[in-house]
């Protein structure tokens, strides 16, 4: 069995791989998907709601998103928003979750970025790695409004069908999609990204590794 890991800082970061995670879901006794957050997202709501409160709103959120991909997700514990730090407690935690299920490939935050969360689960992610002693592959998702410079290795092309099921998923996290307003946005990205590559429509990611003449990847597979 094939292990990938989605990890991200936040509830909703899953998003950005989201048609990557639709796609290997389908793959049945292929892939098995485990879906990663470094944070309950407590601040996500910071003078709408408590701390408290906003954790269980964006927990359940994640749990419905999640719900789609036939899986539930595992919280890791960290702080948000600033508080987040990749602290040895965490990353032998994800170490110990590596080593349970080896994983195929990891998929996580690109380190340059404006949300200090966002490096900081990276961070992690890498340590966590090292202590388990695994080189998988490890691809980065791009947050189109907060990831910064990042060389786009693949693109990961996909359909109308798998659209409208990232769309569906997008609008489980509510909280964060004001007015549709996300939803939309992630639909003109996932066009323009489809452009760039001659799709319908496509997600970007950056890559850990140099390409090599004849490499196989994670994306070799899942292009079709």
């Not at 800082?9 to 048609?19: E, K, Q, R, V, Y």
């Not at 979750?97 to 996580?108: E, L, M, Q, Y």
Request: aromatic share 12%; proline share 5%; glycine share 8%.
């Amino acid at each position: 069995m094939n292990h990938l890991y989605f990890i991200g800082a936040h509830p909703d970061d899953l998003i950005g791989s989201a048609a990557l995670a639709l796609k290997a879901s389908r793959r049945t006794g292929l892939f098995e998907l485990h879906v990663m957050d470094f944070t309950r997202g407590e601040l996500g709501l910071a003078g709408r709601f408590s701390e408290e409160e906003t954790a269980k709103i964006r927990t359940g959120e994640e749990y419905n998103a999640c719900s789609i991909l036939g899986i539930e997700p595992v919280f890791l514990g960290e702080r948000n928003n600033g508080k987040a730090c990749a602290g040895r407690d965490i990353c032998e935690s994800i170490a110990a979750i590596f080593r349970a299920n080896p994983p195929r490939a990891v998929i996580t935050h690109w380190p340059v970025d404006t949300h200090i969360d966002h490096i900081m689960c990276y961070a992690a992610v890498c340590k966590g790695l090292h202590f388990a002693q695994f080189q998988p592959e490890m691809y980065f998702f791009e947050e189109s409004i907060q990831t910064r410079s990042m060389p786009v290795r693949y693109y990961l092309p996909f359909d109308q069908e798998i659209m409208d099921l990232k769309t569906k998923l997008v609008r489980c996290y509510a909280s964060q999609n004001d007015r549709d307003e996300m939803a939309q946005r992630k639909i003109l990205e996932a066009r323009y990204h489809g452009w760039q590559c001659g799709k319908p429509y496509a997600e970007p990611y950056g890559s850990a590794l140099p390409f090599l003449p004849g490499q196989t990847s994670l994306f070799t597979e899942m292009a079709d």
